[in-house]
């Protein structure tokens, strides 16, 4: 029982100190082209297929990677980005954030969270955020990692925190700045 007990106290002892030391970082620089990419994405509890090429026809894209719904940073972010979308649109930008998590699970999390402004999608095999190198290792799950991608493809802002604070900001600033250049 004690060596039982050892044990369990060594692994949670172990996880946490997985999950606070493990960086938080977006590898794919300012300037580099962001990967096009598919999936099954939620607005407002209506599914559809995203598709990044798309979106980019309109404007520029804010592309936001987030552990997991319901859960508290993200709520947290899901909240902030909702209440800055009229900020974004009169910039010509759209939001899409991105987690692991199942389509149905979306559903829910688009309505209550993201307060039905912005689509979320389902990454559940981790194939987009590992293209954006914004997955945690060792975890199903992404990183918070925000880029602003420019119409023509290129990444023109990467933030990657773990803290929900500065994503929303940094996001705008960028955009407004993209929309300031000729």
Known sequence: ??????????????????????????ALETGSHAPDFSAPA???GHEFTYHLA???????????FYPAA???GCTIEAHEFADAI?????????VIGVSMDP????????????????????????????????KMPLLHMASRTSYV????????MSYASMSPDEHVSRALAAVKALKQTP
């Open 54 to 64: 798309d979106a980019l026809k309109t404007g520029p894209v804010v592309l936001y």
């Open 42 to 44: 939620s607005l407002g």
């Open 1 to 26: 029982m004690r060596r039982f007990l050892a044990t369990t106290a060594f692994c949670a002892v172990a996880f946490s100190g997985a999950l606070t030391i493990t960086p938080a970082h977006a």
């Open 149 to 156: 991608i420019a119409q023509d493809g290129h990444i023109v």
């Open 70 to 72: 319901f859960t508290k």
């Open 103 to 134: 389509i149905d699970k979306l559903d829910r999390f688009s309505v209550s969270e993201c307060r039905s402004t912005f689509a979320v999608a389902a990454d559940p095999t981790g194939k987009i955020t590992r293209s954006y190198a914004a």
């Open 86 to 94: 009229p900020d974004f649109k009169a910039q010509g930008a759209t």
